[in-house]
């Protein structure tokens, strides 16, 4: 299985919202990543879990929450959102050793109103 | 931190011609090289990689070359077709652990062939 899976695959909240993003893998990979990508731009790397640990956080506001909470699972809680969140978000994972290879999942598509 | 440079924004080729895609890196830390071509609506999906131990990697109708000394590899698609119309990505990313193994990418090339 080299799948990553991403629910749910569309999300419209408000401003006052609080709402998660959820990612799973069953490759056995021990890195996951968030990445944000706005249209017709590369994605971005926000988050970087190794081990089920932070390892990165490229300078993310606090209103994105990661959470790791196994070796399958990536959680992004979200609270009070800007409009210019607005996004594709991305989750990735890969083997923290030997072959580099990241692989992302579709995508949640977030809108916030 | 990395800075990856990739041009052209655009490129549009008749079905069967190449294409080539450049891109330029400035850490000489990194040492992984991946390609990603993602349609529209669609998630990025790794096509070819290289590391920094080879110097041309080939597969089927796509080959990635490297030089190090001035940091920049490219990407050749030979024979296009047109369901290779996509956008492009180059990323580089160091070697190590994983905490340092985050992929910057660069801006992308919407490939758009011709039939």
């Known amino acids: 299985d080299t799948e990553v899976t991403q629910t749910p695959k569309h999300l419209v909240m408000g401003m006052t919202n609080k709402k998660s993003l959820k990612c799973e893998q069953h490759?056995?990979?021990?890195?996951m990543y968030w990445y944000k990508q706005k249209a017709k731009k590369p994605p971005e790397l926000m988050f970087v879990y190794s081990y089920e640990k932070l390892s990165i956080n490229e300078s993310v506001p606090s209103r994105f929450s990661p959470e790791c909470p196994n070796s399958s699972l990536l959680n992004l809680h979200l609270h009070a959102l800007q409009p210019e969140d607005s996004a594709l978000y991305l989750c990735?994972?890969?083997?923290?050793?030997?072959?580099?290879?990241?692989?992302f999942g579709p995508g949640t598509r977030l809108t916030v109103t | 931190g990395e800075n990856v440079e990739q041009h052209p924004s655009t490129l549009s080729v008749q079905e069967g011609d190449s294409a080539v895609i450049k891109c330029t890196y400035s850490?000489?830390?990194?040492?992984?090289f991946p390609w990603y071509k993602q349609e529209l609506g669609k998630r990025p999906q790794l096509i070819i990689d290289?590391?920094?131990?080879?110097g041309e990697k080939k597969d089927q109708r796509i080959a990635v070359t490297l030089n190090k000394t001035a940091k920049h590899f490219s990407l050749h698609i030979t024979e296009t077709q047109p369901e290779d119309s996509a956008v492009y990505f180059c990323?580089?990313?160091?070697?190590?652990?994983?905490?340092?193994?985050?992929?910057?990418f660069g801006s992308g090339t919407r490939l758009q062939v011709q039939p």
């Open positions: 850490d000489s830390a990194s040492n992984y």
């Open positions: 290289i590391r920094s131990n080879v």
């Open positions: 490759m056995g990979h021990r890195a």
């Open positions: 990735a994972s890969s083997q923290t050793k030997g072959p580099y290879e990241q692989y």
């Open positions: 990323a580089a990313s160091p070697h190590g652990d994983t905490g340092r193994r985050a992929l910057t």
